[in-house]
């Protein structure tokens, strides 16, 4: 056997097991979403299970749709996704910056202590959250939902990782020009870090609209309901209707699913040093 087959030879033995792989991590989507369109006189849980449906319909996303609410809660879950984005990237790239780029006493100090805080379980600061956000008066509203998540540790990690590779002749080039601090984080840096902006705004945005533990505690009105705790109550209204259970959790991680398809392109390193003339 030649050189150019043994090496064509692992290729395709290489691609077979990456695609099994990525079959088996898919095939629990595949069949929530065969389930979410098969009529009710289709078996769901059968051996093999089956994921196409024999007679589609989207009737059960209907149902879902005019029963309850989800209209509501879907504009519950983009205003908290939304916000908690744009504060998380105005607020970790503001703590980023000086400890990427300025000298100060007991930096390194402070950058441990914000990675440490990564160790920390949520199910710890749980409750005094739950005591702070109804002393504040934040039960059962927007920000109270915010609350926890106004900034990360993670997000604050990677954006510093992100300022500290823009050349420093661009921040030399700015304070010649007469740039204070804020000048050069707005002018420089936050347009070097588009990429790592976007990865942060991915990963902020999809743990906030998933995310079920907070909301489930702080919210007891319907009103604010986000779609994680609306899919929860379907199997109560639907006597465990496993179609419309389906249905409605396709709905709540479409939004998902369609934001990283159409955003994945921009998570890609750039060279941030390509407007630095050597």
Known sequence: MSQSQSSLGKKIATYLI??????????????????????PGEDIFTFPPQILPNQPTFANFLTVWDTEPFGLYSINSAIVAIATVGLNLLFCSLAAYPLARLNFKGRKFIFTLVLATIAIPFQ?????????????GLRNS???????NLASAFGIFLLRQALKAVPLELEEAARIDGCSEIGIWWNVMIPAIKPALFTLAIFVFIGSWS???WPLII???????????????????????????????????????????????????????????G
């Open 18 to 39: 990456l695609s099994a792989i990525a079959f088996l991590m898919l095939f629990p989507l595949l069949w929530l979403i065969g389930t979410s369109l098969k009529s």
């Open 124 to 136: 710890i600061v749980m409750i005094p959250l739950y005591i702070l956000a109804v002393n504040l």
């Open 142 to 148: 927007y920000l109270g939902i915010i609350l926890p």
């Open 211 to 213: 995310d079920f533990l």
């Open 219 to 277: 919210l007891d009105d319907p009103n604010y309901y986000t779609l994680p705790i609306a899919v929860a109550n379907l199997a109560g209204s639907f006597s465990l209707d496993w179609r419309l259970v389906a249905a409605g959790s396709v709905i709540s991680i479409a939004p998902v699913l369609l934001l990283f398809l159409f955003l994945q392109r921009y998570i890609v390193p750039t060279d941030v040093g390509s407007g630095v003339k």
